[in-house]
């Protein structure tokens, strides 16, 4: 590779490929200032060729053929922003084989493939960057991989979903429904081509695949993550969460307990005097706990063109001063993972927020209360609201901590009583 100058593909011309594209045609004065090379934009891949007229790429860069930029010999570095995994993987394996360098924003495929795909890069003695995977904008990768390499790291917590994130503060803060919120986070170009992965929780959980690797230096296969979106979450309980003091966000949970690792995405509940509970719309924020740093934390937007351009375009100019080569090829926590246990799901353990639905008729409230003892559930607070006898209605419960076994047991026993008159609700409260 030349030093000071380097020909840049990108691939697939969506909202982050058209962000790219436009910044290495316009800001290239920029780069040259901040980081002292040259980046050249050599072609844009895109299998729709109108897509990519229409971002305003010059007809010249177009192609629909892959193989020109693994054929160019001025092109060193391959962005890979199709997303999804095949073509994607097959195109990242044959950048990686021809020496060229790759940079990507795919979780998905780093999560399930991430292993082949880093194999394969030190294998050709090429790298592989990905800042910008998680968390759009924000310097996540570089803070596990660079700035806190002096930490062994306990406890990694964030928002890592924009889409997600943007949804539950419309429908908390400006009382949207869920539909028109997830249009408006689609609108803005937050959300991925299918959402549905945004919203069930599968896109946090890819991300917090690649976080928990890097900071636990673990191998983290994706079915070890616990998984629930926001997608069959209800009004009702955003409101509840306001009565009660917190503000309900969807969090990626990584975690070292005494029984193993604990990785998990879940609704959460969480008081609104913590940091994670002022994030709000398409920001996202992660917490990393370090022995020596303490908890330190980062925020900035997670999703859409530009910001995660910022990402992207980083990750080049480090592919062109050499540094990520050289920590690719170093840093053991990039591809030489343990083989950690993983804490069952049973034995994890959480404060809950409960929504019993029950007739009001005598002895209900104690038979619950019983079947939570029982099972030693201690509660830290429980409320009903005055109705109207034989009625159903909702007991609001939280807990003190309680092993996620113990708590799944109980709402079972619980939801066979004949009083009850719907499935009990369980959110899980952020300590
Ligand atoms: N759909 C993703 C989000 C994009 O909403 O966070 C950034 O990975």
Same mark, same amino acid.
């Given at each position: 590779?030349?030093?000071?100058?380097?020909?840049?593909?990108?691939?697939?011309?969506?909202?982050?490929?058209?962000?790219?594209?436009?910044?290495?045609?316009?800001?290239?004065?920029?780069?040259?200032?901040?980081?002292?090379?040259?980046?050249?934009?050599?072609?844009?891949?895109?299998?729709?060729?109108?897509?990519?007229?229409?971002?305003?790429?010059?007809?010249?860069?177009?192609?629909?053929?892959?193989?020109?930029?693994?054929?160019?010999?001025?092109?060193?570095?391959?962005?890979?922003?199709?997303?999804?995994?095949?073509?994607?993987?097959?195109?990242?394996?044959?950048?990686?084989?021809?020496?060229?360098?790759?940079?990507?924003?795919?979780?998905?495929?780093?999560?399930?493939?991430?292993?082949?795909?880093?194999?394969?890069?030190?294998?050709?003695?090429?790298?592989?960057?990905?800042?910008?995977?998680?968390?759009?904008?924000?310097?996540?990768?570089?803070?596990?991989?660079?700035?806190?390499?002096?930490?062994?790291?306990?406890?990694?917590?964030?928002?890592?979903?924009?889409?997600?994130?943007?949804?539950?503060?419309?429908?908390?803060?400006?009382?949207?429904?869920?539909?028109?919120?997830?249009?408006?986070?689609?609108?803005?170009?937050?959300?991925?081509?299918?959402?549905?992965?945004?919203?069930?929780?599968?896109?946090?959980?890819?991300?917090?695949?690649?976080? %928990?690797?890097?900071?636990?230096?673990? @191998?983290?296969?994706?079915?070890?993550?616990?998984?629930?979106?926001?997608?069959?979450?209800?009004?009702?309980?955003?409101?509840?969460?306001?009565?009660?003091?917190?503000?309900?966000?969807?969090?990626?949970?990584?975690?070292?307990?005494?029984?193993?690792?604990?990785?998990?995405?879940?609704?959460?509940?969480? %008081?609104?005097?913590?940091?994670?509970?002022?994030?709000?719309? %398409?920001?996202?924020?992660?917490?990393?706990?370090?022995?020596?740093?303490?908890?330190?934390?980062?925020?900035?937007?997670?999703?859409?063109?530009?910001?995660?351009?910022?990402?992207?375009?980083?990750?080049?100019?480090?592919?062109?001063?050499?540094?990520?080569?050289?920590?690719?090829?170093?840093?053991?926590?990039?591809?030489?993972?343990?083989?950690?246990?993983?804490?069952?799901?049973?034995?994890?353990?959480?404060?809950?927020?409960?929504?019993?639905?029950?007739?009001?008729?005598?002895?209900?409230?104690?038979?619950?209360?019983?079947?939570?003892?029982?099972?030693?559930?201690?509660?830290?607070?429980?409320?009903?609201? @005055?109705?109207?006898?034989?009625?159903?209605?909702?007991?609001?419960?939280?807990?003190?901590?309680?092993?996620?076994?113990?708590?799944?047991?109980?709402?079972?026993?619980?939801?066979?009583?004949?009083?009850?008159?719907?499935?009990?609700?369980?959110?899980?409260?952020?300590?």
């Amino acid at each position: 590779m030349p030093k000071g100058s380097i020909g840049v593909a990108v691939v697939g011309c969506g909202i982050i490929g058209s962000a790219v594209s436009e910044a290495l045609r316009n800001e290239t004065a920029l780069f040259k200032q901040r980081a002292g090379v040259t980046l050249q934009l050599r072609h844009v891949i895109e299998r729709d060729k109108d897509r990519a007229r229409q971002a305003a790429i010059p007809e010249k860069l177009i192609s629909d053929d892959f193989s020109i930029a693994l054929k160019d010999p001025q092109t060193h570095v391959i962005v890979e922003l199709i997303g999804g995994l095949e073509p994607a993987r097959t195109f990242v394996l044959q950048a990686l084989k021809a020496g060229k360098h790759v940079v990507t924003a795919n979780k998905y495929l780093l999560a399930t493939h991430g292993k082949e795909i880093l194999a394969a890069a030190k294998k050709a003695g090429t790298c592989v960057q990905f800042e910008a995977s998680c968390g759009g904008a924000i310097p996540i990768i570089a803070a596990l991989t660079e700035s806190l390499l002096a930490n062994d790291i306990s406890r990694v917590v964030g928002i890592v979903n924009g889409t997600c994130n943007y949804i539950l503060t419309q429908m908390t803060q400006n009382g949207q429904s869920y539909e028109a919120a997830l249009k408006g986070a689609q609108d803005a170009g937050y959300a991925e081509r299918d959402p549905t992965f945004d919203v069930n929780g599968t896109d946090s959980a890819h991300k917090l695949a690649i976080l %928990s690797s890097l900071a636990f230096g673990a @191998e983290v296969p994706f079915d070890k993550i616990e998984v629930s979106g926001i997608d069959k979450l209800s009004d009702v309980d955003l409101k509840y969460a306001r009565d009660l003091g917190y503000v309900c966000k969807l969090l990626a949970i990584g975690e070292k307990t005494e029984g193993g690792l604990s990785l998990r995405v879940h609704p959460t509940f969480v %008081s609104v005097d913590q940091m994670l509970a002022n994030v709000h719309g %398409s920001f996202n924020a992660i917490s990393v706990y370090g022995h020596a740093a303490g908890q330190t934390l980062y925020y900035g937007r997670g999703a859409g063109g530009k910001p995660t351009s910022s990402a992207v375009i980083s990750d080049i100019l480090e592919i062109a001063l050499g540094t990520a080569q050289l920590l690719f090829a170093n840093l053991p926590i990039l591809t030489d993972k343990k083989k950690l246990n993983f804490l069952p799901s049973s034995q994890i353990i959480s404060r809950n927020y409960l929504r019993v639905t029950a007739l009001d008729v005598p002895g209900v409230l104690a038979h619950i209360t019983n079947i939570l003892s029982k099972h030693g559930i201690s509660l830290a607070a429980i409320n009903q609201p @005055e109705s109207k006898v034989g009625h159903s209605v909702p007991i609001v419960i939280t807990t003190h901590e309680a092993k996620d076994g113990a708590v799944l047991k109980a709402i079972k026993e619980i939801d066979q009583l004949k009083t009850i008159t719907a499935p009990t609700v369980r959110i899980r409260v952020l300590q």
